[in-house]
C-alpha cells in the first residue's frame, strides 16, 4: 500500500494560481489611490497592475519571493483607479482582507445561525407544554392529549416571528367573516 501525504505550500500555491510580472502583466507606478488603499487597509503589499490582453487594471497583493515577484490579483477594473475606477471604502476592505479571516467570519456567522435555531426550536417546545398546561387547566382533555401526541412539529411566536402573527389575523378575519346558512339546505 502506498502512503500519500498532501501538504500546503503557500509559495507553491501562489506561483502555480498567481500572476508573475512580465510583459502582458505589468506593475504601474503608485498614484494617489493605491496609496490611498494601502492606508486604508493597512496593507503595503497592495499595487495596480495593468493586464494587457485583457485590458484592465488589476488590484494585486504583490509578493517577493527568491527574485520572483508574484501577483494575486484582488479586484479587476475597467478603468483605471485613479480615473474614475475608485472603489468605496468599504468593499475595498472586504476585498483585501485575508482569506483566513474571511473562513474564521463564515465559521462564526454559521455557528450563531445554528446556536439561534437551537433557541428558536427550544423555544417554540417551551410554548407548545405551556399550551398543553393551559389545556389541562381548562380541562380541555382531548384537545390536550392530541397536542401531546402529535409528531407535527409546534412553531412558536418567537421562531414565527411577524409571518406567523400575520397568519393567525387572517385566519381570524376569516372566522369571524364566515356566515353559516343552514336554511337552504
Known amino acids: 500500500m502506498v502512503d500519500i501525504e498532501i501538504t500546503y505550500d503557500p509559495r507553491e500555491y501562489e506561483v502555480v494560481n498567481g500572476a508573475v510580472l512580465d ?93 439561534k435555531e437551537r433557541f428558536l426550536k427550544r423555544e417554540s417546545e417551551e410554548q407548545r407544554k405551556s399550551v398543553i398546561k393551559h389545556m389541562k387547566n381548562q380541562g380541555i382533555g382531548a384537545q390536550e392529549a392530541n397536542w401531546a401526541m402529535s409528531t407535527n412539529r409546534y412553531v412558536g411566536d418567537v421562531e414565527g416571528g411577524d409571518s406567523l402573527a400575520e397568519q393567525r389575523e387572517r385566519l381570524s378575519d376569516l372566522a369571524k367573516k364566515k356566515v353559516y346558512n343552514f336554511a337552504q339546505q
Do not use: N
Not at 503595503?44 to 488589476?58: A, M, R
Open 23 to 115: 510583459d502582458t502583466f505589468y506593475r504601474l507606478p503608485d498614484g494617489e489611490w493605491i496609496r490611498h488603499a494601502r492606508r486604508v487597509t493597512g496593507r503595503d503589499d497592495l499595487v495596480i497592475c495593468y493586464h494587457v490582453h485583457e485590458g484592465s487594471f488589476v488590484l494585486c497583493q504583490m509578493r517577493v519571493d527568491s527574485d520572483v515577484k508574484i501577483v494575486s490579483e484582488l479586484h479587476a477594473m475597467t478603468e483605471p483607479p485613479d480615473r474614475g475606477g475608485w472603489l468605496p471604502d468599504q468593499l475595498l476592505i472586504m476585498k483585501c482582507r485575508p482569506d483566513y479571516v474571511k473562513v474564521a467570519e463564515i465559521r462564526e456567522a454559521r455557528r450563531e445561525a445554528k446556536y
